[in-house]
């Protein structure tokens, strides 16, 4: 069965620090893979999905096939970035599984 | 709306009652999904509806728990007897395309509290 794992439920930085949140995951084939965010107080939404190798308000994802990862990163750290991030994962189908979360706090 | 509605928002209920979450889903959205976020657990699938097809309910904890949808539109997420282990927020999510690439947008959710 298909598993997401983020290690860190907290990841506290400095503004301007860079930031990595990490993702691994566990499937024999080709997942399509995700990070969600969600703001205080607002739905949770689709921040950026690896097939489209975009960057969506300074963060990036590579896809790591060898290591089974799929970390999410920021040079430069802002306020705003403040956040719970879901690394997701959909092998087939339709069925997105999601990891555990990761709580970003950002402090000035 | 354009969005995704849930209600209701907040429900507190005691041990042992039925409750009733009801997802009103993006107009023209064929797939819908619930949604189970525990405290400290992410988020766990609970079912999925598309088009006129067969749920999946391969996420659903027990058999208390069903789900409806009527009209490939409205659902309703129906949790009978209810255990203090149910408390959580309870997502729905639509998406126009189902399967890999679909994004899916979330409702706010309703936060469930057993006493």
């Known amino acids: 069965a298909q598993r997401v794992t983020q290690p860190e439920k907290l990841l506290s930085v400095f503004k301007g620090a860079p930031v990595e949140l990490k993702c691994n995951y566990s499937?024999?084939?080709?997942?399509?893979l995700f990070w969600y965010v969600q703001y205080s107080r607002q739905r949770l939404q689709l921040l950026l999905r690896?097939?489209s190798r975009e960057s969506i308000k300074g963060f990036t994802a590579d896809l790591n096939k060898g290591e089974t990862s799929f970390h999410l990163k920021k040079p430069f750290a802002q306020e705003e970035d403040s956040a719970m991030y879901y690394c997701?994962?959909?092998?087939?189908?339709?069925?997105?599984?999601f990891g555990g979360g990761t709580r970003l706090m950002v402090k000035p | 709306g354009a969005g995704v509605s849930q209600s209701p928002s907040n429900k507190v209920t005691e041990k042992g009652k039925d409750v009733e979450l009801r997802c009103d889903p993006i107009?023209?959205?064929?797939?819908l999904y619930w949604y189970r976020q525990s405290l400290g657990q992410g988020l766990e699938f609970l079912i999925y509806?598309?088009?006129?097809?067969?749920?999946?309910k391969s996420g659903l904890p027990s058999d208390r728990f069903s789900a409806e949808r009527t009209g490939g539109s409205v659902s309703t997420l129906t949790i009978q007897r209810t255990q203090q282990e149910d408390s959580a927020v309870y997502l729905c999510?639509?998406?126009?395309?189902?399967?890999?690439?679909?994004?899916?947008?979330f409702g706010e959710g309703s936060r469930l509290t057993v006493l």
């Open positions: 999510a639509s998406s126009l395309i189902a399967g890999r690439t679909g994004e899916l947008f």
């Open positions: 499937y024999s084939g080709s997942p399509e």
């Open positions: 690896h097939i």
């Open positions: 997701a994962l959909t092998p087939y189908r339709h069925m997105l599984t």
């Open positions: 107009s023209g959205h064929t797939a």
């Open positions: 509806f598309q088009g006129n097809s067969a749920p999946d």
